[in-house]
């Protein structure tokens, strides 16, 4: 049975990789790595009793949002310095409930999805690199 779930969540990924080039959606354009100070470090998780715990190893604020696996929700990156978007200080730790986690439970496994938020050579802020840690919900 576990097999048979991750082979349609590889199924579902796969679908979802082929309508996207489909639709031939453009890339915003976005400065050149160069242009942006990118904050050193990463971002932890782990699954702890009643929820999944972010701790910001990096020396940044960084946004990140927790999904199960399964979610099939649109990640919408925000970019702004402010609080409301980068929510996690620099070498601060929050616990995300399971009942705030979208979809929690359905497969079995969480991603946790981090970013910081990045000065713009051009002015103003984007959203830097998307980088996802998935932990598993479920002991085997």
Sequence with gaps: MPLRRELGILLLALATCVVAAACGSAEPSRPTAAALVVPSGAVS??????GVSVTNNTSDRVAFEVWDVGFLGQLGQCASPEPSCTRLA????HTV????IAAFGTTGSV????????????????????HT????TERK
């Design 111 to 130: 991603a946790v999805h981090w970013w910081h938020v990045l000065r713009s050579e051009a002015g103003g802020h984007v959203a830097g690199e998307l």
């Design 133 to 136: 840690i998935v932990l598993p």
């Design 45 to 50: 998780a782990a699954v702890v009793a009643g």
């Design 90 to 93: 620099a070498g601060a730790s």
């Design 97 to 100: 409930p399971n009942e705030e």
